[in-house]
């Protein structure tokens, strides 16, 4: 009987870790129900975890869906955020607004018109420059707590990033609803804060 060799490259190792946390994810979400079940409040769950009370809801709450009567499905994960909010502003730096337009829900075309982007646009690209990148990616809710990489989480999710132009930077940020469609577009100046 031979031996089975160590897996030099570690991978053996990073598909072990992979699998036990999507246990400890699997029984923390178990540990969770089991506690709303005992009628402890979203705001007792958040702090105990360390999350604000919408933070833990959209981490673990299973809402049903008024349209479909259905548990709401999670957002996409955090990846797909990041990569959608960075073709926002591809999108909007090539001037192709069709497709931008086609991205928002119902309704949100007839505020965040053509003229009204495009417009936009073009002071930003008339300050800085046009856009060279996006950086610092990342995925939060609207409470502002941050999302983990890869973590699903239900509702709207905003995705912040900076805009790196050929001679400056903003920050910018696009807000989408439940199915993942466009709600809001913002771009500002960084360093301001929200209120």
């Given amino acids: 009987m031979t031996k089975a060799t160590p897996d030099p490259s570690g991978l053996d190792d990073v598909i072990a870790a992979d699998h ?3 246990l400890a994810r ?10 709303r079940a005992q009628d402890l409040t979203w705001a007792q769950i958040g702090e105990a975890l360390g999350f604000t009370r919408q933070a833990a809801f959209k981490r673990f709450g299973n809402p049903r869906d008024p349209r479909t009567g259905q548990p709401t ?9 990041e990569k959608k909010t960075e073709e926002v502003f591809s999108l909007i730096d090539a001037g192709d607004y069709e497709t931008l337009a086609s991205m928002m829900a119902k309704g949100i075309a007839e ?5 009204a982007v495009l ?3 073009a002071h930003v690209v008339a300050d800085t420059g046009n856009l060279i990148a996006c950086r610092n ?3 939060e809710l609207p409470d502002g707590s941050a999302v983990i990489d890869n973590e699903r989480v ?13 001679a400056g930077q903003w920050a910018a940020q696009v807000v989408f609803d439940p199915d993942s469609n466009i709600t809001g577009i913002l ?7 929200r209120q």
Avoid: H, K, Y
């Fill in 20 to 22: 036990q946390l999507n």
């Fill in 137 to 139: 990616t990342s995925v």
């Fill in 119 to 121: 417009n936009t646009w």
């Fill in 187 to 193: 771009i500002t100046a960084p360093g301001i804060t």
């Fill in 26 to 35: 699997m029984e923390l979400q178990q540990a969770v129900d089991r506690a």
């Fill in 73 to 81: 499905t999670p957002a996409p994960e955090t990846t797909a955020v």
């Fill in 111 to 115: 505020v965040l018109t053509r003229d």
């Fill in 154 to 166: 239900r509702g709207s999710l905003i995705g912040r990033t900076f805009l790196e132009c050929e």
